[in-house]
């Protein structure tokens, strides 16, 4: 494993340090950014090969790669596709397969059509009573012309358990996707992450709008915890439930290689200088795991250099300790309020073995408490502007859905003497990737009249 780089850029005269996780895959599945620390741990679990055994005989079953992945979300997920891409990837390693998967979604190669043309009529477009959509799940609602409603629909598999093998000599493994009823523009016309996911063998579950919300609604935008309405594909612990965006106790061995790594350049770098690692926000899931192992180390470092040592007459002293080491973690929420990161970030941290107190991140507010923060998903002009000047004055490239609202935020910190979580510290910001998605994202602010059709190929 190669630590991701560390890009140092002058923003508005103040220096910080970019951790490209955008250029970090995972072996095989080729799954990147956030995505790839939330699912490393998933990644390396090992997987049968078409005889039946596993790539190392005397691991156990609790190493192995289960023979069904059951998740749930929006029907444009990121974590969708990653969790379609790892599966595919561990198909293909049991067919001796070994090749990563090509990352053509990278440049919109799957994006068949413009992605915010949708069908109103559709039961989906009422949807937007809900209070939060996690992991750019948000329904779009584009003034645009209608399809045709008499088009022959593409055959979409709605229901995978008619499809799922429970033979013991079936070893393929499969993903299964609870998701609300596809708009019928998606339907007839699939693309993006959805079309991407579907190619990569991708089992749908579609549910009415209210099934779905009382499946995986509330506060918390579901629980860790597969419902009790609902059945795993196959028992005996061959199905693993992974809740929405990967937020659960398995994105821990990713945000632990991650703490290390800034830990480590920080103890290089740093110079004893406070650091503030600034990390957009949907569940929060990387925020809190990152914050808990962070401290964890700086902890284990800092009483190391407390220890005592021997000297060579056998007498024991003190060990000096130079070092300064001060990290904190700071989240900006892109998804809800901050009510909603505090809860998503308690819920998770205790049910992971936390206090649910004392490894909490900070959390940016909002420049004005009235307002909040901007609305996720929402073509916005400020957004735009902060996309603009990332791109053309410093050349770093954001998504529109976290990356650029949450530098949006952050430079309006920069120079203003207000508490923060920055102030009178240095900038650590996780870039967490979604480059994938800026095409059909500009789709829509070309729709919202934000942008010319003429702008978006220059992008």
């Given at each position: 494993?190669?630590?991701?780089?560390?890009?140092?850029?002058?923003?508005?005269?103040?220096?910080v340090h970019i951790k490209r996780d955008d250029l970090l895959h995972l072996p095989y599945s080729n799954v990147s950014g956030n995505?790839?620390?939330?699912?490393?741990?998933?990644?390396?679990?090992?997987?049968?090969?078409?005889?039946?055994?596993?790539?190392?005989?005397?691991?156990?079953?609790?190493?192995?790669?289960?023979?069904?992945?059951?998740?749930?979300?929006?029907?444009?997920?990121?974590?969708?596709?990653?969790?379609?891409?790892?599966?595919?990837?561990?198909?293909?390693?049991?067919?001796?397969?070994?090749?990563?998967?090509?990352?053509?979604?990278?440049?919109?190669?799957?994006?068949?059509?413009?992605?915010?043309?949708?069908?109103?009529?559709?039961?989906?477009?009422?949807?937007?009573?809900?209070?939060?959509?996690?992991?750019?799940?948000?329904?779009?609602?584009?003034?645009?012309?209608?399809?045709?409603?008499?088009?022959?629909?593409?055959?979409?598999?709605?229901?995978?358990?008619?499809?799922?093998?429970?033979?013991?000599?079936?070893?393929?493994?499969?993903?299964?996707?609870?998701?609300?009823?596809?708009?019928?523009?998606?339907?007839?016309?699939?693309?993006?992450?959805?079309?991407?996911?579907?190619?990569?063998?991708?089992?749908?579950?579609?549910?009415?709008?209210?099934e779905y919300k009382r499946l995986f609604g509330g506060e918390e935008g579901g629980s860790a915890t597969p419902p009790h309405d609902?059945?795993?594909?196959?028992?005996?612990?061959?199905?693993?439930?992974?809740?929405?965006?990967?937020?659960?106790?398995?994105?821990?061995?990713?945000?632990?290689?991650?703490?290390?790594?800034?830990?480590?350049?920080?103890?290089?770098?740093?110079?004893?200088?406070?650091?503030?690692?600034?990390?957009?926000?949907?569940?929060?899931?990387?925020?809190?795991?990152?914050?808990?192992?962070?401290?964890?180390?700086?902890?284990?470092?800092?009483?190391?250099?407390?220890?005592?040592?021997?000297?060579?007459?056998?007498?024991?002293?003190?060990?000096?300790?130079?070092?300064?080491?001060?990290?904190?973690?700071?989240?900006?929420?892109?998804?809800?309020?901050?009510?909603?990161?505090?809860?998503?970030?308690?819920?998770?941290?205790?049910?992971?073995?936390?206090?649910?107190?004392?490894?909490?991140?900070?959390?940016?507010?909002?420049?004005?408490?009235?307002?909040?923060?901007?609305?996720?998903?929402?073509?916005?002009?400020?957004?735009?502007?902060?996309?603009?000047?990332?791109?053309?004055?410093?050349?770093?490239?954001?998504?529109?859905?976290?990356?650029?609202?949450?530098?949006?935020?952050?430079?309006?910190?920069?120079?203003?003497?207000?508490?923060?979580?920055?102030?009178?510290?240095?900038?650590?910001?996780?870039?967490?990737?979604?480059?994938?998605?800026?095409?059909?994202?500009?789709?829509?602010?070309?729709?919202?009249?934000?942008?010319?059709?003429?702008?978006?190929?220059?992008?």
């Amino acid at each position: 494993h190669q630590p991701s780089p560390v890009q140092v850029t002058l923003v508005r005269d103040r220096m910080v340090h970019i951790k490209r996780d955008d250029l970090l895959h995972l072996p095989y599945s080729n799954v990147s950014g956030n995505k790839a620390r939330k699912m490393f741990a998933l990644n390396q679990l090992l997987v049968e090969d078409i005889s039946g055994f596993s790539n190392n005989a005397d691991d156990d079953d609790d190493d192995k790669f289960p023979n069904v992945l059951v998740s749930y979300g929006g029907p444009q997920s990121n974590a969708m596709l990653a969790l379609a891409a790892i599966v595919n990837a561990k198909n293909m390693q049991r067919d001796g397969t070994t090749e990563d998967i090509p990352n053509e979604i990278e440049n919109d190669n799957w994006m068949t059509r413009d992605d915010t043309e949708i069908d109103n009529d559709d039961e989906n477009d009422n949807d937007n009573e809900s209070n939060i959509d996690i992991d750019m799940d948000m329904d779009m609602d584009m003034d645009i012309d209608m399809l045709d409603d008499n088009e022959e629909d593409i055959d979409i598999d709605s229901d995978p358990y008619d499809s799922i093998s429970t033979k013991s000599n079936d070893k393929k493994k499969r993903f299964v996707y609870y998701t609300k009823k596809i708009p019928r523009y998606l339907r007839k016309q699939p693309n993006g992450n959805f079309l991407r996911a579907l190619s990569l063998g991708m089992e749908l579950k579609e549910m009415s709008n209210d099934e779905y919300k009382r499946l995986f609604g509330g506060e918390e935008g579901g629980s860790a915890t597969p419902p009790h309405d609902i059945d795993p594909p196959l028992s005996n612990k061959q199905s693993l439930w992974v809740p929405q965006g990967g937020a659960c106790g398995m994105a821990t061995p990713g945000a632990m290689v991650m703490a290390y790594e800034i830990v480590q350049y920080w103890i290089d770098k740093g110079k004893g200088m406070p650091l503030t690692v600034c990390v957009p926000g949907g569940t929060c899931t990387t925020a809190v795991l990152l914050s808990r192992e962070i401290n964890k180390m700086v902890k284990e470092i800092m009483n190391e250099r407390h220890d005592e040592k021997i000297n060579k007459d056998g007498t024991k002293t003190k060990a000096e300790n130079n070092l300064q080491l001060d990290i904190q973690v700071a989240v900006i929420p892109c998804v809800g309020d901050e009510g909603y990161a505090k809860r998503q970030m308690k819920a998770l941290d205790i049910s992971t073995g936390g206090d649910g107190k004392s490894d909490i991140p900070l959390i940016f507010p909002p420049p004005n408490k009235n307002k909040g923060y901007l609305r996720f998903g929402e073509p916005s002009p400020a957004i735009l502007e902060t996309f603009l000047e990332m791109k053309d004055e410093y050349d770093l490239y954001l998504d529109l859905l976290y990356g650029a609202p949450a530098w949006n935020l952050l430079l309006y910190y920069f120079k203003r003497n207000i508490p923060s979580p920055i102030q009178g510290r240095q900038i650590m910001y996780v870039h967490s990737g979604g480059l994938e998605g800026i095409s059909s994202q500009l789709t829509r602010y070309k729709h919202k009249g934000l942008v010319g059709a003429n702008q978006i190929q220059k992008f």
